[in-house]
């Protein structure tokens, strides 16, 4: 029902566009975030939409760099992703809340759908 795509192999300070295309719901009413996974971590927060598209939420580690946007015609919430580092190297997962709380914008629990991830590798 979420469907990530866009990964792949960039060099640093390269940029990438991920897509979380969903379906099968009525995403468009619920938040939408990405997480991300790096070789041997837990997976952490990175952005979030709320599900109007007026607010959004970053991680330090993305504020500055990327940009969380989402299509509501489309079903498609997308994570524009510049100045990219080797550290932001792992599998990026989107997800999707049903009853959002700013608060909780960065806490995997409160999300109830995940997509299958697509990988992200950074070169030096």
């Known amino acids: 029902q979420l469907q990530a795509s866009g990964g792949g192999l960039v060099q640093a300070g390269g940029s990438l566009r991920l897509s979380c295309a969903a379906s099968?719901?009525?995403?468009?009413?619920?938040?939408m975030g990405w997480f991300r996974q790096g070789p041997g971590k837990e997976r952490e927060f990175v952005a979030t939409i709320t599900w109007s598209g007026s607010r959004t939420y970053y991680a330090d580690s993305a504020k500055g760099r990327f940009t969380i946007s989402r299509d509501k015609a489309k079903n498609t919430v997308y994570l524009q992703m510049n100045g990219l580092k080797p550290e932001d190297t792992a599998v990026y997962y989107c997800?999707?809340?049903?009853?959002?709380?700013?608060?909780?914008?960065?806490?995997?629990?409160?999300?109830?759908?995940w997509g299958q991830g697509t990988q992200v590798t950074v070169s030096s």
């Open positions: 099968g719901r009525a995403f468009s009413r619920y938040a």
């Open positions: 997800a999707a809340a049903e009853m959002f709380n700013a608060v909780d914008a960065g806490t995997r629990g409160s999300y109830d759908y």
